[in-house]
């Protein structure tokens, strides 16, 4: 059973538009949520990450949002550059020393010219 | 300063062999992390590391998988004979370990078993 659940395989946007990726959670113990970004033949670079506690985190082109009672959280990335194509995973733990991090299986995002 | 390394990057075998996938954390970091991704599924975790403690291996899918930290620090991932189905990029992340979630990968060991 997928705790993390990423059910758009790919999304085209157009550069300088908004990409909006998605994710849902089934397990409400999580708390803390993150977002990876993977080029190929490279390891998963972090992102950004939101705590239960907020219901949005911004950190330049790069917002993520959090809805608890939805179990849902979104990345929105504005504006789009060529750059952003990558994999993107979104993942969630539970906070305390319990580290162990469940991932979604990934959304493509293509940037088109 | 140096991020997470891993050995090989590549490695083909055949079905059936033991293999040995290496992976340098980032000094200074107490939590080590296994993850394999085959193709098409996001990131399996197999195994973690923190400290001295014993390690989780609640990830592990079969007993022919097993992983050593030595010293803190480097850590080894086996996988005695090898299946088609072990065929996947195994990726090592390391953490502070302090509560910090974020991770740092590395850049993974593509296995391919013929």
């Known amino acids: 059973d997928q705790q993390v659940k990423q059910n758009s395989p790919s999304l085209s946007v157009q550069e300088g538009r908004i990409s909006i990726l998605n994710c849902d959670y089934t397990n409400s113990m999580f708390d803390y949520f993150l977002w990876y970004k993977k080029y190929p033949a490279e390891g998963p670079t972090f992102l950004i990450s939101i705590s239960s506690i907020k219901d949005k985190n911004e950190d330049g082109r790069f917002t993520v949002f959090l809805n608890k009672s939805a179990k849902h959280l979104s990345l929105h990335i504005v504006p789009s550059q060529p750059g952003d194509s990558a994999v993107y995973f979104c993942a969630a733990s539970k906070s305390g020393r319990d580290d162990k991090i469940i991932f979604g299986k990934g959304t493509r995002l293509h940037i088109l010219p | 300063g140096a991020g997470v390394s891993q050995s090989p990057s590549n490695k083909v075998t055949e079905k059936g062999k033991d293999v040995e996938l290496r992976c340098d954390p980032i000094s200074g970091h107490t939590a080590l992390y296994w993850y394999r991704q085959s193709l098409g599924q996001g990131l399996e975790f197999l195994i973690y590391?923190?400290?001295?403690?014993?390690?989780?291996k609640s990830g592990l899918p079969s007993d022919r998988f097993s992983a050593e930290r030595t010293g803190g620090s480097v850590s080894t991932l086996t996988i005695q004979r090898t299946q088609q189905e072990d065929s996947a990029v195994y990726l090592c992340a390391s953490s502070y370990g302090t509560g910090d979630e974020t991770q740092y990968f590395g850049p993974g060991t593509r296995l391919l078993v013929l």
């Open positions: 590391f923190q400290g001295n403690s014993a390690p989780d």
